[in-house]
C-alpha cells in the first residue's frame, strides 16, 4: 500500500511556498544574505519546530522567511519545493505565497513573483510538473493594505490564478475583505480562503456567503454546522485538507481524532496537502502516510480523494482531462 501511495500521481492544491523552507536553505541563504539567524544549527531550528496553536506556527514562519531577499532566493526556494513533488509524484500544484509579508521587508512584488514563477516555467519544461499561483493575504492586516497589494500585483496578474486569505483566522473573519474579493471577482481571479482550521464553521458560511470563494482552505470545522455541511455538498465546494499540519497546530488531538473520514463519509469533496511541509514532518507523502496509518483507507477511497483534488484543480479542460 506504502508503494502504491508514493506511486500515485498527485495533485496539491494547499501549499505556501514560504513553508517549504528547509532549515538547510534557511542556512545558506542566510550566509548569503548576510543576515544573522536567531538559531545555531540546523537542528535547533528543527527543535524549536513544536507549535501549540497556529499563531506559534505563525511566529517562526515569518521570522524563517527573513532570509528571502532576492528573486535568486525565490527562485532556489520554489525549486526545491517542486523537485519535492517530482519526488512525491505531484504532477500539478497550486502554491500561495504572502505578498505582504516580504514587501514589508522591502522585498518588490516583482522580485518574489519572478523568482516563483521561473521555477515553476523551469519545473514545467524539465519535470512535466504543472502549476500555478495565488496571492495570498494576511486576513491580520487591514483590509485597505490588502487592497493597495492586490491593485499593486495587478501590474502582475499574468503571473498568478487567484488570491487567498491566511495568517491569524480567530477575530480576521472573511467578511473583513469583502472589497478585496469583488474586486478580484470582477477582474476574473479565482477565489479561495481558509476558514474552519482554528476558526469557527461560521467563518467557512462567511467566506462562501460573502467573498464567493471557490474552494475552502482547510475547513476541518464544517461538521459542527449541519446546514453548512449540506451547502458544501450541494455546490459541490473542494476542501482543502491538510492533516499533518492540524496535527501539528493541534486543531485536532491526534491523527485517529480527525474529521477526514468523517468528512470523506459524508460525501464532501475533500484534497489532501500538505500545506507547510518544511514545518509540519512532511510533503505529500508523508501526509498520505500518516493518513493511512491512521485510518488504512482503501485504495478506492485514495482514487476518490485524488479525483476529487483532479476536479478542484484551477486548470484548463485540457489539463484535467490530461490529469484523470
Ligand atoms: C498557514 Cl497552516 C496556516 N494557516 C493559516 N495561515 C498560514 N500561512 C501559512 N500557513
Ligand atoms: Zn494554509
Redesign the pocket.
Known sequence: MSSFLHQLPKVELHL?IE?TLEPELMFELARRNEVTLPFDSVEAVRAAYDFED?QS??DL?YQGMNVLFTEADFYDLTWAYLTRCQANNVVHTELFF?PQAHLSRGVALSTQLEGITRACQDAEREMGISSAIILSFLRDMTEEHALETYEAALAYREHFIGIGL??A?VGNPPEKFARVFDRAREDGFHLVA?AG?EGPASYIRSALDTLGVERIDHGIRCLDDEALVETLIARRIPLTV?PL?NVY?KTVPDMTGHPLPAMIERGLCVTINS??PAYFGGYMNANYEAVQNAFAFSRDTWVLLTRNAIEAAFVTPARREALY
Do not use: N
Request: with cysteine; charged share 35%.
Open positions: 505556501h513553508g497556529l506556527f505563525l514562519y504572502d491566511d495568517s483566522e481558509h482550521e491538510c499540519s497546530l500545506d507547510d
